[in-house]
């Protein structure tokens, strides 16, 4: 029996504590909301390249799901290891119908074109991945006083 | 939608109906990629309530289009080579026909540097998403990203949704 039959797989975002990966999150949970589905924000600590710095990913996760849309149903997930594997690793277990990352997060990829962690992400997911370019958050930077959603009309 | 837009639509008692509806950009090339992004997006637009327009973007000149024709070996027309381009597009949209009839999809050709028009048109139609295939016809397509998607993913005007070859395509699944 095909479960997309029912609903979607929930839609999956990696946050570190960033501003843009607060914004991913954000898009996130809109698209979540969209497609009637969860929102799982995951948070990866990377014990090699220490990203988080002295932030716990508990916290940092429980920042995010704070920061999204109240109306979202949010998961939350920690993981130790590699960024970009656990982040997909996570997905298939959970069958996530999306992965949702910023443009770039924290750490040494910060000044790249797109961050390593979201060239990886691309290259092992096996299902599409939602990138929030830095454009869009100087846009929604610019609404927030008018309360507008990044995604779609509604409310 | 403006706020005036919006406080006039709630005066009247409008429904959502009445609410300009949210559209989603995709863009084709005739690639496999593209037709599993193409349907990604069907899929996405039919779930979120939105429009989906499909793109595809002739190179800058028509002559670009022959670059697997050896060079000089048959002297080529303008004319031809407007017809050639005329082929491509229609490929790219034959590509997507089956799965994404007429009138699923907006369809829209344009001419010039794909990241550049994608992201024009995505703008100009305040897409909330661009999709595309994670890489294209391009001369680098082996590698994992398309510099396309990976230029979108860095300065496209909305979120980018880019559809990798291992996709499962658990939103698609349903068709």
Do not use: K
Request: with cysteine; charged share 20%.
């Amino acid at each position: 029996m095909d479960r997309y039959e029912w609903g979607v797989g929930t839609v999956i975002c990696g946050v570190d504590g960033s501003s843009r990966a607060l914004l991913a999150a954000t898009a996130a949970a809109d698209l979540a909301n969209a497609l009637d589905t969860t929102l799982t924000l995951a948070c990866v600590d990377d014990p090699w390249t220490r990203d988080l710095g002295s932030a716990r990913s508990g916290d940092v996760v429980r920042a995010a799901a704070e920061a999204v849309d109240p109306l979202t149903r949010v998961d939350e997930v920690t993981a130790v290891g590699n960024a970009a594997r656990q982040l997909t690793r996570l997905a298939r277990e959970r069958d996530a119908s999306l992965i949702a990352v910023g443009s770039r997060g924290r750490g040494p990829a910060q000044g790249r074109a797109l961050g390593s962690i979201t060239a990886i992400v691309t290259g092992l997911a096996e299902c599409p991945v939602l990138i929030v370019p830095p454009r869009v958050e100087a846009r929604v930077a610019s609404n927030a006083a008018v309360g507008r959603r990044l995604w779609g009309t509604g409310p | 939608v403006s706020g005036a837009d919006r406080t006039r639509a709630e005066a009247v008692g409008a429904t959502s109906h009445q609410v300009p509806r949210p559209r989603i950009v995709c863009g084709v090339d005739g690639s496999r990629q593209s037709c599993r992004a193409a349907v990604t997006a069907l899929s996405l637009a039919d779930r979120v309530g939105a429009d989906l327009v499909l793109v595809h973007v002739l190179p800058p000149r028509p002559s670009m289009t022959l670059a697997s024709v050896p060079v000089g070996a048959h002297p080529v027309t303008a004319a031809q080579m407007r017809q050639l381009d005329r082929l491509d597009a229609e490929g790219a949209f034959a590509a997507v026909e089956p799965q994404i009839p007429s009138a699923r999809a907006e369809r829209r050709i344009e001419r010039g540097d794909a990241v550049e028009r994608l992201s024009a048109i995505a703008s100009e139609l305040r897409a909330s998403l661009l999709v595309v295939g994670s890489r294209g016809r391009g001369p680098l397509s082996g590698a994992v990203l398309g510099s396309v998607s990976a230029e979108l993913a860095r300065r496209g005007p909305c979120p980018v949704v880019i559809v990798p070859p291992g996709a499962t395509l658990g939103l698609a699944d349903q068709r």
